[in-house]
T-cell receptor
Framework: DAGVIQSPRHEVTEMGQEVTLRCKPI?????LFWYRQTMMRGLELLIY????????DSGMPEDRFSAKMPNASFSTLKIQPSEPRDSAVYFC?????????????FGPGTRLTVL | DAKTTQPPSMDCAEGRAANLPCNHS???????VYWYRQIHSQGPQYIIH???NNETNEMASLIITEDRKSSTLILPHATLRDTAVYYC??????????????FGTGTSLTVIP
């Protein structure tokens, strides 16, 4: 299995620029999660999708953040405009939908630096 | 979801068993206990999970007390590569409404040569 794939692995951008993070979940998984990790706040859930539908976006910090899942094999997290405080590692995870076999599998993360 | 309490850090000698405790005194009957670990700069890695019974896999064993208010993750023969932050999470099996995990601060385990 390829596992969860994220791109880019590292992103450095300037304040005010648009940033798009990408995620390909494990084939056959129906749930997808976006997390953010910082030293101050630890690992936070931003949003998750079931069957491509956003279920809970209460963790999205501001309107500058948006996420989409146009199909079962692709999701994006967009920040526009970006700010230095958005610097963090962003993880994508996927799982099968509900039931006992719904362990979340994480990607390697995207390290975002906003200057 | 129930909250968990873990010691912030622990040390373990290489080759010895590492026993990582977790308190989840407000756990409900349908909440699973999950353990993940995160090695520096990598994505969290699934270790094991359980509901009531003790569980064992190739990585670790999970011991859940009879009242389910606490659990212990056991790494039987710790190696230097087991140095990581270990997260204990309780999760509700909610059918189709979602599988949210809430990561706390975890336990930073250092395996000492």
């Amino acid at each position: 299995d390829a596992g969860v794939i994220q791109s880019p692995r590292h992103e450095v951008t300037e304040m005010g620029q648009e940033v798009t993070l990408r995620c390909k979940p494990i084939s056959g998984h129906n749930s997808l999660f976006w997390y953010r990790q910082t030293m101050m706040r630890g690992l936070e859930l931003l949003i998750y999708f079931n069957n491509n539908v956003p279920i809970d976006d209460s963790g999205m910090p501001e309107d500058r953040f948006s996420a989409k899942m146009p199909n079962a094999s692709f999701s994006t997290l967009k920040i526009q405009p970006s700010e230095p405080r958005d610097s963090a590692v962003y993880f994508c995870a996927s799982s099968r939908l509900a039931g006992r076999a719904d362990t979340q599998y994480f990607g390697p993360g995207t390290r975002l630096t906003v200057l | 979801d129930a909250k968990t309490t873990q010691p912030p850090s622990m040390d373990c000698a290489e080759g010895r068993a590492a026993n990582l405790p977790c308190n989840h005194s407000t756990i409900s009957g349908n909440e699973y206990v999950y353990w993940y670990r995160q090695i520096h700069s990598q994505g969290p890695q699934y270790i094991i999970h359980g509901l009531k019974n003790n569980e064992t896999n190739e990585m670790a064993s999970l011991i859940i007390t009879e009242d389910r208010k606490s659990s212990t993750l056991i790494l039987p023969h710790a190696t230097l590569r087991d140095t990581a932050v270990y997260y204990c999470i309780v999760r509700v099996a909610t059918g189709n409404t979602g599988n949210q995990f809430y990561f706390g601060t975890g336990t930073s385990l250092t395996v000492i040569p």
